[in-house]
């Protein structure tokens, strides 16, 4: 039996994405500029990103202080769902210098508010320095 609930549902969300794609993608730029400025104000937070500002609604930061898997999980622990690690691109990191530690990455989407943005920076302080 084929699943129409779900192939309805899959098509008019890819409609949905099509008629916005251009708002999504700069909706998520915002929020991700806005967790880049927040960052940039927490001591020991490294940010890789372009000095340009974002091109995409991606953001990987480290810190020397906190192993990047330990901090994902205490971030996990209070509702955040970022990634750690080095995200299958080992030849990035290297590049980056960040092939022994990895990086934290942020994805803000669509759904996402600055209200998001901001509680996220104030867990990712919190959780750094507990």
């Known amino acids: 039996t084929q699943n129409l609930p779900g192939i309805a549902g ?31 104000e927490i001591p020991h937070v490294e940010v890789f990103a372009p000095e340009t500002g974002p091109e995409t609604g991606v953001l990987s930061f480290r810190s020397p202080h906190m192993d990047c898997e330990l901090w994902n999980e205490r971030l996990a622990a209070r509702g955040f769902a970022l990634r750690a690690g080095l995200h299958c691109a080992p030849l990035a990191h290297e590049s980056a210098g960040t092939l022994e530690t990895g990086t934290l990455r942020a994805s803000p989407g669509i759904f996402n508010t600055e209200k998001h943005i901001d509680q996220l920076a104030r867990a990712l302080n919190q959780t750094l320095f507990a």
Request: proline fraction near 0%; charge should be positive.
């Open 10 to 40: 899959l098509l008019e969300g890819l409609r949905y994405v099509a008629k916005r794609r251009h708002t999504i993608l700069e909706h998520e730029k915002k929020l991700t500029a806005r967790l880049a400025e927040h960052l940039s």
